[in-house]
């Protein structure tokens, strides 16, 4: 599910670490493939509200997918 050519929306809720629940945050591919790698710090999402929002894997303390559309 997390290949490099997997165009599918991923829907999540992010919690950071100052403790901000953000929900239905969507993401083209996996939260894990987009963070991957040593040059990923940073992920460009898609909040609810169709806003673009730009989170530090740093501040990422859980993702949990809550579905997939194609």
């Known amino acids: ?3 490099k050519n997997d165009k599918k929306v991923h829907i999540y809720h ?3 670490t100052n403790g901000e629940l953000l ?3 969507r993401i ?3 939260l894990e493939w987009n963070l991957s790698g040593i040059a990923a710090n940073l992920i460009a999402v898609e909040d609810a509200d169709g806003k673009k929002v730009v989170l530090s894997k ?3 303390v859980k ?3 809550v579905g997939i559309e194609d």
């Open 1 to 3: 599910m997390n290949k």
């Open 23 to 25: 929900k239905n945050i």
């Open 28 to 30: 083209e591919g996996s």
């Open 63 to 65: 993702g949990e997918l």
């Open 58 to 60: 740093y501040h990422i």
């Open 14 to 16: 992010i919690t950071l």
